[in-house]
């Protein structure tokens, strides 16, 4: 990304401005959906037969309603209690403080909840707080993904000069456990798959990798590792499963989705930020998004042949 008039390496704290991101902004309102207080208890029966424990449901009654006790409590103070239990470090405690004031009075004053009631049900509340906070952070970081990578002003490259690249030691390569099948593969780059089942559409993508006449090696893609490659998107990072250098120089990133997952939301989002990789590359890399058989009836290896060969 280029940023402050010099290239930098995209990462999550770029997509969110701090112009852009305020909580305030954002509706101070819980439905009842998110955060509700049902005062009920269960009643069972439990007895002993012989040597058997038996229990029996009997019902569920409310129990006392208590909204007109008095309480010592005011919405400042229970906010005040709040803001040190729903603390988050992505927004300024003076900020979160003011949401949570508003909140609770919605709460108060428009859905008429007593606060006696939002004191005794706090601990419920603060998880329904914390929810909603980060949902609405989740929501401005992913407006700033788009609006950084794919915006009509995005400045995007893909620039090997910060390109990552793997350790040539293998006591680097921090696999969990290791490939333990029969397939002796011919391209691997370090001594050791690691992470790959010796059976499976996975197992069966990396065969096609292997056997591709215009691989000269490849690596299975760990996830979640500083050793690995990566690309951005707008909750975390996608780590392909499949990262493969070609004969001519250029690198082909594969990512294999079985059919439950091939038109999901993240399947989209992971196609989208690897085609923009591709497109960026100046041609030096290919992004696939392989499954079993696609919309042209290719199997994996016909739909990884064609990709190389620019079909």
């Known amino acids: 990304m280029f940023i402050d008039g010099q290239w930098e390496v995209a990462s999550k704290s770029w997509f969110l ?152 030691d293998p006591f680097l390569y921090p696999a969990h456990w290791y490939y333990k099948g029969r397939y002796d593969w011919n391209k691997k780059y370090y001594p050791l798959v690691g992470e790959l089942d010796s059976d499976g559409e996975e197992f069966e993508c990396a065969q096609a990798i292997d056997r591709n006449m215009a691989v000269r090696c490849w690596v299975r893609n760990l996830s979640k590792s500083d050793y690995s490659f990566k690309l951005p998107t707008s909750t975390d990072y996608f780590y392909p499963d499949f990262v493969a250098l070609l004969n001519d120089g250029r690198i082909l990133v594969v990512e294999y989705k079985g059919k439950p997952y091939e038109t999901n939301d993240d399947s989209k989002e992971k196609i989208n930020i690897g085609e923009l990789w591709e497109s960026k590359s100046n041609g030096k890399g290919l992004f696939l998004m392989a499954v079993k058989r696609d919309a042209k009836g290719r199997d994996v290896y016909r739909q990884i042949e064609d990709k190389v060969s620019g079909k």
């Open 17 to 168: 401005d701090p112009s852009d991101w305020n909580l305030l902004k954002y509706p101070t309102e819980l439905t009842e959906n998110e955060f509700s207080i049902h005062q009920e208890a269960d009643t069972w029966l439990i007895d002993v037969q012989g040597k058997h424990l038996t229990t029996k449901f009997l019902g569920s009654e409310t129990l006392f309603d208590l909204s007109d006790a008095p309480t010592n409590w005011t919405v400042n103070q229970l906010s005040q209690g709040l803001e040190r239990k729903v603390r988050q470090d992505f927004v300024r405690p003076e900020v979160l403080l003011e949401f949570l004031r508003k909140t609770i009075t919605y709460l108060n004053e428009q859905r008429i909840i007593p606060l006696s009631n939002l004191v005794r049900g706090r601990f419920i509340l603060e998880k329904a707080l914390r929810d909603k906070v980060k949902s609405y952070y989740d929501d401005s970081m992913a407006k700033g993904y788009q609006t950084k990578l794919f915006g009509p002003k995005a400045a995007v490259e893909t620039n090997y000069e910060y390109g990552f690249s793997y350790p040539t």
